[in-house]
């Protein structure tokens, strides 16, 4: 019963930062090692294996903006810490890849045992790599269609040659770490939207946006609450010329379908205020067509909605609605 943790996009430019916690538990998994090592292929098959066998996985997501404000060193505690906090299982022994105890000064820190190259030589370390891999490549697949032109899927977020072509082309977007030393020079400069023949402001300037670009950027928002919050993201802004679903989402085996809303200011009434009887009609179809158009059957679906409010955008509450 030991807890592997070990992390994925430490050096990107570009993505979150990820921590993965396994505890195999006793199930014997071949073929686990760095997941550097091994083809997407594969990864993704033993990802599938790890899902099934190991009796407990956590994964601790710190994006761009919040790495950029508390710096690498506190992100990578930050991920850890949240990484661990989704394990429920028991364990007996903690052991972190490299040389740093991310756990000390908590009530975990005795127990941690960091040991350089343990994504080579304890299973459950490298499965963590696996798993923290396969979930940040996904997320960062996912964004390519969000942000055309950047090729995030090719390299996910690393500082190759064609990342910063499209930069010098595009500029950033608010998958950028500004902090890093390549990037800084576009920490006050405008941020990519969407839409990437925009520019627009960062919230850290005082000049109005769009409202489709704040409200892009409160659902990534929401977005990255439900990753926070255990799910898996199925989907984004799935669209048909029937209906349309801000984010589907899955957590223990229950399907969500949130409807994202936002508010500058809580006092306008939070964003909740706009889900209205016909709305809730409007979701449970949407829900219901999403569903039987991706042969979900016998599957739980539950309607939620986020309230977002801010500039940046934070969720104010999260619930289900029906």
Known sequence: ????????????????????????????INGLTDSKKLTKKRRDELDIVIREQAKGIG?????????DRVGLSAALVLATKRAVEQVRVPYHEIIIDGTVNFLNGTSK?????????ADLLIPSVSAASIVAKVARDAYMTEQDSVYPGYSFTRHV????????????????????????????????KDIISHNHHIKEPSFASKTLRTSKAIGDLAENEAAQYLV???HDIVDRNWKT?????DIVSKKDDIIYFTEVKYRRQSQQGGGLAAITHQKLRQMKFAAEFFALTHQLLNTNLRLAAASVTGEPPEVETFLEVE
């Open 241 to 245: 010329k029937f209906c349309e679903i």
């Open 157 to 188: 977020g690393y500082g190759t040659a064609v990342h910063q072509a499209a930069i010098n082309l595009l500029g950033v977007t608010p998958l950028h770490r500004l902090s890093f030393a390549p990037l800084q020079k576009y920490a006050k």
């Open 1 to 28: 019963m030991i807890l592997g943790i070990d992390e994925v996009g430490r050096g990107p430019w570009a993505g979150p930062l990820v921590v993965g916690a396994v505890v195999l538990g006793g199930a014997v």
């Open 228 to 230: 926070r919050a255990g």
């Open 109 to 117: 820190g005795p127990y941690v045992t960091t040991l350089k190259k």
């Open 59 to 67: 994964l601790g997501w710190v994006h761009a903006e919040e790495l």
